[in-house]
């Protein structure tokens, strides 16, 4: 081999030398630089999932709130129509009361256009079938009847003590009052209780039959107009001493 060629020869071989060299140095260097670029891509990704997450979750939490503040908003609106109705019921009971008043005050005024009287058994609160048909007889005239009101006064014999007898006359009134609004729409404001008790006998206690009147309730339909039927009664008699 000639010198030329030797020449040639080495300087091929310190070109590859140095190539391998070159990359080899380059792939060293730029290893960790691949790596952390990959490392700082699966942060970046981590980090926007968890990004997406606290997203999700804020938004989950927004709609939390406004539906409770929703919820929230009705319930104070629904108690604020229980504190209108109750407002309500308030002044229409001031109303009812300022009525019983004046109806009271001004009972001379008022003219009896009829009246029925209702017995019961002895010891008893309940309406019987001849009650309830006088009843209803007298609530027919109250169509007919302007500025009417209906007058309540429950009864007992003179048999037990006084404050239970006030008691079941009380109960004997509150079952016409209850038949007169629940069966013949009467309006409750509309009739008054004006007396209770074994103190307005209207026959003799010291027999059966004197007994059996006694236990009563006293209805009137009464008005202040001048309008109406005319004056009639229709007072009940029992058909024989209830015991």
């Known amino acids: 081999m000639n010198r030329t060629s030797l020449t040639v020869l080495l300087a091929v071989s310190m070109a590859a030398s140095v190539g391998c060299a070159s990359k080899n140095y380059v792939r060293q260097e730029t290893t960790p630089l691949i790596n952390k670029t990959n490392e700082l891509d699966d942060l970046t990704a981590k980090n926007s999932k968890d990004i997406k ?9 927004i709609q939390q709130v406004q539906t409770s503040a929703a919820a929230a908003d009705q319930k104070a609106q629904a108690a604020g129509q229980q ?7 308030a002044n229409n009971a001031v109303h009812r009361v300022d009525s019983l008043q004046n109806a009271v005050a001004n009972l001379d005024n008022y ?15 309940n309406l019987t079938k001849d009650a309830k048909a006088s009843l209803d007889q007298l609530a027919n005239d109250v169509s007919n009847t302007k500025g009417y009101i209906l007058t309540v006064e429950g009864a007992t014999d003179s048999v037990g003590d006084s404050e239970y007898n006030y008691g079941l006359s009380q109960r004997r009134a509150d079952a016409v009052i209850q038949y007169l609004a629940s069966e013949r729409n009467i309006p409750a404001y509309k009739i008054y209780v004006i007396g209770l008790g074994k103190d307005k006998p209207v026959d003799s206690n010291k027999t059966a039959a004197g007994r059996a009147k006694n236990r009563r309730v006293d209805v009137r339909l009464m008005t202040n107009t001048g309008a109406g039927t005319s004056p009639t009664s229709a007072t009940n008699q029992p058909s024989g001493p209830s015991m």
């Open 53 to 61: 997450d606290v997203d999700t979750r804020a938004q989950v939490g």
């Open 111 to 125: 003219k009896v256009v009829t009246e029925t009287a209702v017995h019961f058994g002895f010891n008893k609160d």
């Open 83 to 89: 504190a209108d109705q109750a407002q309500t019921s």
